[in-house]
C-alpha cells in the first residue's frame, strides 16, 4: 500500500528542545549543565525524561515552555511545504501539552498532542488515534521520530512505516530496527516515502 500521509514528533524532530530544557534549568534553579547530564543517563539507560526533577531534587517548573518559530529545526517548515506539494497529507502528533499545537498547525492537516487527546505515546490508543485523525489506513501512514521507543516501535506495531531522525539524545542513543530507515536530515523523508 502506497504511503499517503506523513505524520510528524514534535520534540528533536521538528523542534530543537534545547532551549526549553535551558528554560526549564533556569527556573528549576538547577545549572543547565547538570540538567541536560541527568537527561542524557536517563536516554542511555531507557527512562523517562521526567525523572530528571526526581533525581536532581526538585519541584518540576509550572512554566508554559511553548517552543517559537525560532527553535523549529531548518529542515521542518520545508519538508511539510514538499509533502504538501507532492500530494501527501501531514501530520503532527506528539507527547506535549495542547497549547503546542499552535506553532505548527498552520503548516499541516491535522494536528494531534497528548494533551489534547488524553492518551500518551507509546500506546496504540495514541498512534490509533493518528490514524483516525489522518483518515488514512495505517499502512498508508509514515510516522517520522526520534526516538526508538517512543515513536519507532510503536508506530510499526501500528501498521505504519517508520522513518527515525538522527538528531536528539535518544536518536543517538538507541539503534531502530535494521530493516527501519534513519535519516539525519527530514529533507530525505520525501524521497523514502515516495520509493
Not at 525524561?49 to 512554566?63: F, K, N, Q, Y
Not at 515513536?151 to 539503534?175: F, K, N, Q, S, T
Amino acid at each position: 500500500m502506497a504511503v499517503k500521509a506523513v505524520v510528524f514528533d514534535v520534540g528533536e524532530t521538528l523542534v530543537d528542545e534545547t532551549r526549553s530544557w535551558e528554560r526549564l534549568a533556569d527556573a528549576a534553579g538547577v545549572p543547565r549543565f547538570t540538567l541536560m547530564g541527568v537527561l542524557g543517563g536517563l536516554a542511555a539507560r531507557g527512562e523517562a525524561h521526567s525523572d530528571v526533577w526526581r533525581i536532581l531534587g526538585v519541584d518540576a517548573p509550572e512554566t508554559d515552555l511553548a517552543p517559537g518559530h525560532s527553535e523549529l529545526y531548518d529542515d521542518a517548515l520545508p519538508t511539510l511545504a514538499a509533502l504538501h506539494a507532492a500530494g501527501l497529507r501531514v501530520g503532527v502528533a506528539g507527547n506535549m501539552p495542547a497549547a503546542f499545537e499552535e506553532l505548527l498547525r498552520p503548516h499541516v492537516d491535522a494536528i494531534g498532542s497528548s494533551g489534547r487527546w488524553g492518551v500518551t505515546k507509546p500506546s496504540a490508543e495514541f498512534f490509533a488515534r493518528i490514524a483516525e485523525e489522518m483518515d488514512a489506513a495505517p499502512a498508508e501512514i509514515a510516522y517520522v521520530g526520534d526516538r526508538v521507543d517512543n515513536d519507532i516501535l510503536p508506530a510499526l506495531a501500528a501498521g505504519m512505516m517508520a522513518i527515525h531522525v538522527r538528531r536528539g539524545p535518544w536518536a543517538h542513543l538507541h539503534e531502530p530496527p535494521e530493516d527501519v530507515p534513519a535519516v539525519r536530515s527530514l529533507d530525505e523523508v520525501l524521497e523514502l516515502v515516495r520509493g
